[in-house]
């Protein structure tokens, strides 16, 4: 049976995020206690696969991902899923709203809702959790007198909802990423994303420049860029990235291969399908045909000349 | 008096960094309590500076800060600091450790210590705090047996130190920036930094490479580049960056003026003196002499033709 | 009364454009021996002006033009003119095709028609000559049975046109410029053209790409670039270069201080009406408008800062 | 027996050149009387090679060789020769330069020798002729009095030099071109050229600085650029390039295949030895061992994803 780790406990929005992959239908899920924690489960063998969040539309990249994905034995991406994060307010049965004094929340999802807390619960006191399933499971064990949360929490840890999408962005999105030990390289759809960790010579004022022009010049587009710390000195950055396309196609291929020329390390985190479908708009001269017949041009002015 | 706002409680890096800057000498410090109360302290004119961490060597940059920065009325930057980041392991005095059993520290610390702590203490729990300061100050109150933070929080809380320097990453720095109302910009030293916000329009694929090719083909180098999403929706993003030189400068200002003209808004957050004093290393025809003499030859040839 | 010199003698295609500016109307045409001469009657003060060719669609750029106007005391283009190059075979009165035998032409000419005399009179022997109008000057002292230029010729030199339209491209132009000493900058008016020769620092690899951003950054489009010898050494370039847009404008008056501090030297050789009147097409933020927004913007922004 | 075609008539700096090159030792060198009967005479198999000049350090390109090769069925350069070009006024025996009055000089060579004619004999008329050989020629012949040529005419024709070296820019080069028709392709010697025509795509303002980015990213350098008319329409050009390396180097390759995918069409010209032997300075990451290792580098990724 397939196994995947999630990011837990369960009742988060990961586990919301992996019950729209199909290969969960059937596979068992264990809640993982924190992202290291789920990615160590694969990179050991302890699960067949992962599921971390990669990106918010609100908070941004996370980094415990990024960095985990960056460094250690390797691990890719074979899929992605993006869930809508819509925060509930929920209470252990009997609890009604005027009762409520203290309330706990992850510090993310307290950015969230701070309009609505402000003008619903103005006197409570918001009490920082290390997770939103965490703060519901405290809630159900009696800590606080309600939580913010996915409202799969509140199925799961037997509570009430009192209001639900309470948050001040609608349409928060979360992406997560389903990572694997190498070896199954998914297959081109037409539609894919492919991520990198780009590692540069430092004090290499135009390297970022390079970067993207080596992308830029095969017609491949970005769709994410984060700077991280190396962890070696101040200012000293990878790059996260995500691009449109497949390893096996042809300008992805050039590119990376490009990109292993100018820079320090180039670290391949997976090609697979975007969750969208999404297919890319390329300029004129980079699809497969066009570099085949390049290919087939330069030959034969190779054979004539 | 002055008063400066800085990222509580006592005895955190913040406090370290802010008092080595020589505006802290005869100041009021009041300790805030996170990163977007100490911006909003400054906003409101209730301190006339706060000082926030703006990235980490080991964790990259602070989110919290980019975005309390980005958005809301304007604050600018007017100096920066650079704190290494050395943990120490405390205690209440008499205290040894082998009867530790409870070590408090923020998850960024902890993960900066656990080789030390594998190899030392390896039986004992981790608890997170929310906070270094915290941690300590928790500790003070007899809440677990250690605490892991800043050699600083010894002396505010009264507690010995049983271990300095646990860190697994020697020379951690965090760069910490100092904000105000807009109204005092510093004057150009010759080496100073820049720091901005810029919002793109969507959709636009070669957008990152429009941007730093403004910069390059005016001279100017960039020394951090942050992706941030707008929280507008997935794939979206702002760019926090840092250049080399001040807006005084040529090149700088007509780069700025550039980036106006493509980008969807440009925040300026400063042009400050930079920490090291390093002056930037100038490619030819980018000094303010040469754009002065451009404009003297053009000004000239208008005249003349 | 304004005098103007061309590249005579009468009859060329040279006094054909000519004709077709305003300015010659009530002007004294003088024909000049060569385009050097031409030149030289200009910087001397011997005419007002003096029309030269300076490109075609058949033969390129006119070397002794650009290296004309590159050197030497300063000249610069007011205005252009288009000239459709049309070849007519011309004989004195009475001749006919039957009994051509000689026929002189320009190489230039020759190699426009060679399809036509191959058909019609197979067995002629073709004579060099230096201009079209010094062929038809010839045919009318005797020299050759046929003579191949423009049809103005023939009323010039009292010939009989025994076919017209000649060439075997159709449509083929010439491109003529009228220059003067500098002092009379016309007025931008929306369709403008500027004329540069662009000098490198020499063993500079990038140097022609760098020239081609400095123009991209700005939203400034070339319709011409010929690279010519400096004549120092073999492999010393400098570049002619026709641009949209007139020094007037914010674009091109800050592409051309880039390329002031890049370039070893930059020569203006004037902004003038294009011929066909057609506006530039703008991206984004390159306008005149949009540079004076961005100045504002800065402006503001470094007082209020 | 090998026969080399070169542009005569014998006498000329053409022939000086050829005698440079190993191959003419035992062929049978042939004066053809214009570059478009050499290219011509190699073309049909009348003769095995045509030697002509491509470009001259004072007059630049050579438009009727850069046409002849970039249209009509194939032919490919496979050697240069550069050769110092250097004027000498030639008489008949007997005759004084006090007793000359009538020179014969191609138009480019009087150019070059203008200021020793000023000088030297002020008084005399000077006379256009075809080319350097045809003016010692017709001196000969008796014609004039005098013809200025490449010092080797005077051997041929049976002439006196009277001075020697009397050209204004002193080291003036012309480079030429060894071509024949294709399949004789050099072998990569480290220190090679190649040429190519590039036909663009009308209306396509970036499409210059496309072409020079294609090179860039691959870590090619140019050594020539000329646009030339394509005969269409005024201002639709091709442009005739010179890059340093061979076809068979892996960045070269790479970079034709990139200017196939986005020009209308590209002509090889040929990969050939540098005259001078001067291997190419190459940036990190583009020579053939950096290809070959980022080709390994992708396949075992593909492999092991």
Same mark, same amino acid.
């Given at each position: 049976? *397939?196994?995947?780790?999630?990011?837990?406990?369960?009742?988060? +929005?990961?586990?919301?995020?992996?019950?729209?992959?199909?290969?969960?239908?059937?596979? $068992?899920?264990?809640?993982?206690?924190?992202?290291?924690?789920?990615?160590?489960?694969?990179?050991?063998?302890?699960?067949?696969?992962?599921? &971390?969040?990669? $990106?918010?539309?609100? %908070?941004?990249? =996370?980094?415990? *991902?990024?960095?985990?994905?960056?460094?250690?034995?390797?691990?890719?991406?074979?899929?992605?899923?993006?869930?809508?994060?819509?925060?509930?307010?929920?209470?252990?049965?009997?609890?009604?709203?005027?009762?409520?004094?203290?309330?706990?929340?992850?510090?993310?999802?307290?950015?969230? =809702?701070?309009?609505?807390?402000?003008?619903?619960?103005?006197?409570?006191?918001?009490?920082?959790?290390?997770?939103?399933?965490?703060?519901?499971?405290?809630? !159900?064990?009696?800590?606080?007198?309600?939580?913010?949360?996915?409202?799969?929490?509140?199925?799961?840890?037997?509570?009430?909802?009192?209001?639900?999408?309470? $948050?001040?962005?609608?349409?928060?999105?979360?992406? +997560? &990423?389903?990572?694997? /030990?190498?070896?199954?390289?998914?297959?081109?759809?037409? !539609?894919?994303?492919?991520?990198?960790?780009?590692?540069?010579?430092?004090?290499?004022?135009?390297?970022?420049?390079?970067?993207? *022009?080596? +992308?830029?010049?095969?017609? &491949?587009?970005?769709?994410?860029? %984060?700077?991280?710390?190396? #962890?070696?000195?101040?200012?000293?950055?990878?790059?996260?990235?995500?691009?449109?396309?497949?390893?096996?196609?042809?300008?992805?291929? $050039?590119?990376?291969?490009?990109?292993? #020329?100018?820079?320090?390390? =180039?670290? +391949?985190?997976?090609?697979?399908?975007?969750?969208?479908?999404?297919?890319?708009?390329? /300029?004129?001269? &980079?699809?497969?045909?066009?570099?085949?017949?390049?290919?087939?041009?330069?030959?034969?002015?190779?054979?004539?000349?």
């Amino acid at each position: 049976m *397939t196994t995947i780790a999630f990011l837990g406990p369960a009742g988060t +929005f990961a586990e919301a995020a992996l019950r729209t992959l199909p290969i969960s239908d059937n596979a $068992e899920l264990i809640a993982a206690g924190s992202t290291p924690a789920a990615l160590d489960m694969a990179r050991h063998g302890q699960v067949d696969y992962a599921l &971390v969040p990669i $990106e918010s539309s609100v %908070e941004g990249s =996370v980094p415990l *991902t990024l960095d985990g994905l960056a460094t250690g034995s390797p691990l890719v991406i074979v899929d992605e899923a993006v869930q809508q994060v819509s925060f509930a307010l929920m209470a252990r049965p009997g609890v009604e709203l005027a009762d409520i004094t203290r309330i706990a929340a992850h510090p993310h999802a307290q950015a969230q =809702v701070r309009s609505w807390l402000a003008a619903n619960v103005p006197g409570a006191q918001v009490i920082d959790a290390h997770s939103n399933g965490a703060a519901a499971a405290g809630l !159900a064990e009696g800590t606080y007198d309600a939580a913010i949360g996915a409202a799969i929490a509140a199925q799961i840890y037997g509570l009430q909802i009192l209001a639900d999408a309470i $948050e001040d962005t609608a349409d928060a999105m979360t992406r +997560f &990423v389903l990572v694997t /030990r190498p070896g199954t390289l998914p297959a081109p759809t037409g !539609a894919d994303k492919t991520t990198l960790t780009l590692f540069i010579h430092q004090d290499t004022p135009g390297a970022l420049l390079s970067i993207l *022009t080596e +992308f830029a010049v095969r017609g &491949v587009n970005l769709t994410r860029i %984060e700077s991280r710390p190396t #962890r070696k000195s101040l200012g000293d950055y990878s790059f996260s990235i995500d691009i449109e396309g497949h390893i096996a196609d042809a300008r992805v291929s $050039e590119a990376l291969m490009g990109l292993h #020329r100018i820079c320090l390390d =180039v670290r +391949f985190l997976g090609s697979y399908p975007r969750h969208d479908g999404k297919a890319p708009v390329l /300029r004129t001269g &980079v699809t497969d045909v066009d570099f085949a017949e390049a290919q087939t041009w330069l030959d034969h002015v190779k054979e004539n000349s």
